[in-house]
């Protein structure tokens, strides 16, 4: 599946964002979506995923509380609500997809397609 993230830019800390990542293809509901974060310098770190039919969400410890993350199958779209930004929220965010039986969902090797990512930058 290919994947296009949208939605980062340049936000005072307090605020909020809400990235998009849009699928192509016709087999999105079959994919856990998630989403992972890479600060410059830094290795990329677990987000949020989400199951396949958006009943159960996973969220890394520094991001319960202040991000949602919810899927449209509709329209193929993961979405990523952001409030409460700090700067060390300060990141390339990038979408990915896993097939539906992974497990290890809060780990990058379970994805197997990226998005190119997106710029978040919070301002203190």
């Known amino acids: 599946v290919q994947l296009q993230a949208s939605g980062g830019g340049l936000v005072q800390a307090g605020g909020s964002l809400r990235l998009s990542c849009a699928a192509s293809?016709?087999?999105?509901?079959?994919?856990?979506m998630g989403w992972f974060r890479q600060p410059l310098g830094k290795e990329r770190e677990f987000v949020a995923a989400?199951?396949?039919?958006?009943?159960?969400?996973y969220y890394g410890d520094s991001m319960k509380g202040r991000f949602t993350i919810s899927r449209d199958n509709a329209k193929n779209t993961v979405y990523l609500q952001m409030i409460t930004l700090k700067p060390e929220d300060t990141a390339v965010y990038y979408c990915?997809?896993?097939?539906?039986?992974?497990?290890?969902?809060?780990?990058?090797?379970?994805?197997?397609?990226w998005g190119q990512g997106t710029q978040v930058t919070v301002s203190s």
């Open positions: 990915a997809a896993a097939p539906g039986s992974s497990r290890l969902v809060t780990t990058t090797p379970a994805y197997r397609d």
């Open positions: 989400i199951s396949m039919n958006g009943d159960t969400q």
């Open positions: 293809g016709r087999t999105f509901s079959s994919y856990i």
